[in-house]
Protein backbone atom coordinates (compact mmCIF):
# COMPACT_ATOMS: atom_id res chain seq x y z
CA UNK A 1 0.00 0.00 0.00
CA UNK A 2 1.61 3.14 -0.93
CA UNK A 3 1.07 5.63 1.89
CA UNK A 4 2.37 9.07 0.01
CA UNK A 5 -0.49 8.26 -2.62
CA UNK A 6 -3.34 7.67 0.24
CA UNK A 7 -2.34 10.96 1.97
CA UNK A 8 -2.14 12.70 -1.45
CA UNK A 9 -5.41 11.54 -2.74
CA UNK A 10 -6.87 12.42 1.16
CA UNK A 11 -5.44 15.98 1.51
CA UNK A 12 -6.88 16.89 -1.82
CA UNK A 13 -9.98 15.17 -1.09
CA UNK A 14 -10.33 17.91 2.04
CA UNK A 15 -9.19 20.73 -0.75
CA UNK A 16 -12.09 20.03 -2.84
CA UNK A 17 -14.69 19.66 -0.23
CA UNK A 18 -13.75 22.76 1.59
CA UNK A 19 -14.16 24.71 -2.34
CA UNK A 20 -17.31 22.96 -2.59
CA UNK A 21 -18.50 24.37 1.10
CA UNK A 22 -17.69 27.55 -0.25
CA UNK A 23 -19.14 27.40 -3.51
CA UNK A 24 -22.33 26.12 -1.43
CA UNK A 25 -22.26 29.32 0.98
CA UNK A 26 -21.46 27.16 3.98
CA UNK A 27 -20.80 28.72 6.95
CA UNK A 28 -17.11 29.50 7.42
CA UNK A 29 -17.12 27.13 10.55
CA UNK A 30 -17.79 24.39 8.88
CA UNK A 31 -15.21 24.45 6.37
CA UNK A 32 -12.69 22.62 8.93
CA UNK A 33 -15.29 19.67 8.86
CA UNK A 34 -15.98 20.19 5.88
CA UNK A 35 -12.02 19.44 4.75
CA UNK A 36 -12.27 16.47 7.00
CA UNK A 37 -14.92 15.02 5.38
CA UNK A 38 -13.26 15.02 1.96
CA UNK A 39 -10.32 13.62 3.49
CA UNK A 40 -12.27 10.58 5.18
CA UNK A 41 -14.21 9.65 2.27
CA UNK A 42 -10.66 9.86 -0.47
CA UNK A 43 -8.70 7.90 2.30
CA UNK A 44 -11.18 5.15 2.51
CA UNK A 45 -11.79 5.04 -1.28
CA UNK A 46 -8.33 5.16 -2.27
CA UNK A 47 -7.16 2.08 0.46
CA UNK A 48 -10.07 0.45 -1.18
CA UNK A 49 -8.74 0.74 -4.78
CA UNK A 50 -5.41 0.08 -3.78
CA UNK A 51 -6.62 -3.76 -2.15
CA UNK A 52 -8.18 -4.51 -5.21
CA UNK A 53 -11.50 -3.03 -4.93
CA UNK A 54 -13.41 -1.26 -8.02
CA UNK A 55 -13.90 2.47 -8.04
CA UNK A 56 -17.81 1.76 -7.71
CA UNK A 57 -17.42 -0.55 -4.09
CA UNK A 58 -14.53 1.96 -2.64
CA UNK A 59 -16.93 4.78 -3.44
CA UNK A 60 -20.08 2.72 -1.77
CA UNK A 61 -17.78 2.19 1.62
CA UNK A 62 -15.95 5.19 1.30
CA UNK A 63 -19.54 7.11 1.14
CA UNK A 64 -21.30 4.60 4.05
CA UNK A 65 -18.45 5.14 6.27
CA UNK A 66 -18.86 8.94 5.71
CA UNK A 67 -22.61 9.05 6.50
CA UNK A 68 -22.06 6.71 9.33
CA UNK A 69 -19.93 9.04 10.89
CA UNK A 70 -22.01 11.80 10.09
CA UNK A 71 -25.38 10.30 11.52
CA UNK A 72 -23.44 9.62 14.62
CA UNK A 73 -21.58 12.53 15.29
CA UNK A 74 -24.75 14.40 14.81
CA UNK A 75 -27.33 12.46 16.22
CA UNK A 76 -30.30 10.76 14.72
CA UNK A 77 -32.94 13.40 15.15
CA UNK A 78 -33.11 14.77 11.97
CA UNK A 79 -34.80 12.20 8.85
CA UNK A 80 -32.25 13.39 6.46
CA UNK A 81 -28.42 13.25 6.13
CA UNK A 82 -26.51 16.67 6.83
CA UNK A 83 -24.89 18.40 4.16
CA UNK A 84 -21.56 17.70 5.71
CA UNK A 85 -21.44 14.20 4.32
CA UNK A 86 -22.59 15.10 0.60
CA UNK A 87 -19.70 17.72 0.84
CA UNK A 88 -17.51 15.34 1.94
CA UNK A 89 -18.64 12.78 -0.73
CA UNK A 90 -19.14 15.42 -3.81
CA UNK A 91 -14.92 15.08 -4.24
CA UNK A 92 -15.30 11.23 -4.71
CA UNK A 93 -17.52 11.74 -7.93
CA UNK A 94 -15.17 10.73 -10.88
CA UNK A 95 -14.97 13.92 -13.25
CA UNK A 96 -12.30 12.49 -15.36
CA UNK A 97 -14.82 9.59 -16.53
CA UNK A 98 -17.83 11.97 -17.12
CA UNK A 99 -15.44 13.89 -19.05
CA UNK A 100 -14.33 10.99 -20.99
CA UNK A 101 -18.39 9.75 -21.44
CA UNK A 102 -19.79 13.26 -22.99
CA UNK A 103 -16.71 13.62 -25.46
CA UNK A 104 -17.07 10.02 -26.92
CA UNK A 105 -20.85 10.81 -27.03
CA UNK A 106 -20.21 14.05 -28.56
CA UNK A 107 -17.89 12.32 -31.20
CA UNK A 108 -20.30 9.62 -31.96
CA UNK A 109 -22.99 11.97 -32.52
CA UNK A 110 -20.75 14.08 -34.67
CA UNK A 111 -19.61 11.34 -36.89
CA UNK A 112 -22.92 8.64 -36.58
CA UNK A 113 -21.60 5.54 -37.63
CA UNK A 114 -18.52 5.66 -38.53
CA UNK A 115 -16.76 6.05 -35.30
CA UNK A 116 -14.89 2.72 -34.71
CA UNK A 117 -16.70 0.04 -32.65
CA UNK A 118 -14.17 0.13 -29.76
CA UNK A 119 -14.42 4.00 -29.11
CA UNK A 120 -18.25 2.94 -29.30
CA UNK A 121 -17.69 0.21 -26.36
CA UNK A 122 -15.05 2.76 -24.64
CA UNK A 123 -17.68 5.05 -24.20
CA UNK A 124 -20.71 2.65 -22.72
CA UNK A 125 -17.66 1.05 -20.70
CA UNK A 126 -16.89 4.21 -19.03
CA UNK A 127 -20.65 5.30 -18.73
CA UNK A 128 -21.29 2.34 -17.12
CA UNK A 129 -18.50 2.90 -14.77
CA UNK A 130 -19.89 6.36 -13.97
CA UNK A 131 -23.76 5.22 -13.54
CA UNK A 132 -22.55 2.54 -11.24
CA UNK A 133 -20.02 4.68 -8.98
CA UNK A 134 -22.79 7.41 -8.83
CA UNK A 135 -25.73 5.42 -7.13
CA UNK A 136 -22.99 3.50 -5.16
CA UNK A 137 -22.24 7.16 -3.74
CA UNK A 138 -25.84 7.86 -3.29
CA UNK A 139 -26.94 4.72 -1.87
CA UNK A 140 -23.67 4.51 0.63
CA UNK A 141 -25.19 8.14 1.75
CA UNK A 142 -28.46 7.10 1.89
CA UNK A 143 -28.33 4.02 4.42
CA UNK A 144 -27.71 5.31 7.10
CA UNK A 145 -30.45 7.15 7.99
CA UNK A 146 -33.29 4.45 6.66
CA UNK A 147 -31.81 1.92 8.73
CA UNK A 148 -30.93 5.31 11.76
CA UNK A 149 -34.29 6.67 11.16
CA UNK A 150 -35.19 10.02 13.06
CA UNK A 151 -36.01 9.78 16.62
CA UNK A 152 -39.36 11.60 16.99
CA UNK A 153 -39.74 14.32 19.95
CA UNK A 154 -42.27 13.14 22.47
CA UNK A 155 -45.48 15.60 21.99
CA UNK A 156 -44.52 16.49 18.65
CA UNK A 157 -45.46 15.16 15.40
CA UNK A 158 -48.79 14.82 13.37
CA UNK A 159 -51.92 13.46 14.82
Given at each position: ???L????Q????????????????????????????????????????????T?????????L?????D??????????????????????????????????????????????????????E??????????????????????????????????
Amino acid sequence: MNTLHIIHQALFGGVAAVGFAVLFNCKPRMLPLCFNAGTLALAIRTIGQENGLTLAISSFFAALVLAVVDRVWAGVSTPRGSVLAVLGAIPMVPGSIAAKVFMSVFIVLRFGHVANPEAITATWENMIMLIFTLAAIGTGLALPSLVFPAVKAPGKGHA
